[in-house]
Nanobody, 113 residues
């Protein structure tokens, strides 16, 4: 199993970024996919989840209305569209398939003016 996150970077408050996670080594379409994040000095937290085949989504209250999770099963890729970013969104973002204890290297998002 391999997960490769990308798309992070430095963005000003109010800006947008789209993260991608390319997955391989398992039957992607059969698994719910989640994005987590870990800010400096804090525990890793769940940001968003999408069920297999994209039928349902869940968002943490802190990102609801600003972030959108989606999947492209043809590309084995999960995305996180992040709008109206805030400094408190600064973190390393990771994707993870539900039920599998595997993590990628993460992608760093820094929101700062």
């Amino acid at each position: 199993v391999q997960l490769v996150e990308s798309g992070g970077g430095l963005v000003q408050p109010g800006g947008s970024l789209t993260l991608s996670c390319a997955a391989s080594g398992f039957t992607f379409r059969n698994y719910a996919m989640s994005w987590y994040r870990q800010a400096p000095g804090k525990e890793r937290e769940l940001v968003a989840t999408i069920t297999s085949r994209g039928g349902s989504t869940y968002y943490a209250n802190s990102v609801k209305g600003r972030f959108t999770i989606s999947v492209d099963n043809a590309k084995n890729t999960v995305y996180l569209q992040m709008n109206n970013l805030k400094p408190e969104d600064t973190a390393v973002y990771y994707c993870k398939p539900g039920g599998l204890e595997v993590w990628g290297q993460g992608t760093l998002v820094t929101v700062s003016s």
